[in-house]
């Protein structure tokens, strides 16, 4: 009977290789033969999956920024509520998640943000909101407004922007060691408070 093979096992233990050298050395010391010693397989394993160092890097940022996007839906899920301002918490205090997995997701982006300057498509990948998600929370932002009997702003888009503009450099801050959890969450709270007033 032939051996049956997990490919998309494989190549997440390449990627999570990538992430690991990146972390600890930076994404210019990831070669594909320090890969293939970290994942402990072969080079030609790597080269099999991936065509060019520049595809392993690419995807490792793709299913680095999945990762982070399953974190926000685990924690709504978890949250329960159908709360539009609870939900809008939720989805922004994942990106401040002291967990540790969510630090170490957040230092891959910081090591893989150099080569984004390089390269448009990276670049895109570490853009803070797409289209949809700025789409989805400026409906909260109003719907939160509505439920606290605030008044309409026009300007709800704007606000999700600087939301998820203002998380995500709150979550460098932490993963860099420049601000706690703690701290970051303040800063955050103060400024929901003021786009929901």
């Not at 990538?18 to 994942?39: D, F, N, P, T, Y």
């Not at 392993?56 to 982070?68: K, N, P, T």
């Not at 996007?69 to 990106?95: K, Q, W």
Request: charged share 25%.
């Amino acid at each position: 009977m032939p051996k049956i093979v997990d490919h998309e096992a494989r190549r997440t233990r390449l990627v999570e290789a990538v992430w690991s050298l990146a972390v600890r050395g930076g994404i210019e010391q990831v070669s594909l033969r320090k890969v293939a010693e970290e994942a402990g397989v072969s080079m030609g394993q790597i080269q099999h999956y991936y065509a060019s160092m520049h595809a392993l890097i690419r995807d490792s940022l793709d299913r680095a920024v999945r990762a982070v996007n399953a974190t926000i839906e685990n924690a709504v899920t978890a949250a329960d509520t159908t709360s539009p301002e609870a939900i809008l918490r939720t989805c922004l205090y994942a990106l401040i998640s002291p967990a540790q997995e969510s630090t170490r997701l957040m230092r891959f982006a910081l090591a893989a943000a150099g080569r984004a300057v390089s390269d448009p498509t990276m670049a895109k990948v570490l853009a803070p909101g797409d289209d949809e998600l700025l789409t989805f929370t400026a409906g909260l932002i109003t719907a939160a407004r509505a439920e606290r009997g605030s008044k309409p702003r026009c300007e709800e888009r704007t606000d999700a922007d600087i939301c998820w503009s203002l998380a995500t450099s709150l979550g460098v801050d932490i993963a860099l060691g420049y601000r706690t959890p703690e701290a970051a969450e303040r800063l955050l709270d103060h400024h929901i408070e003021h786009v929901l007033s």
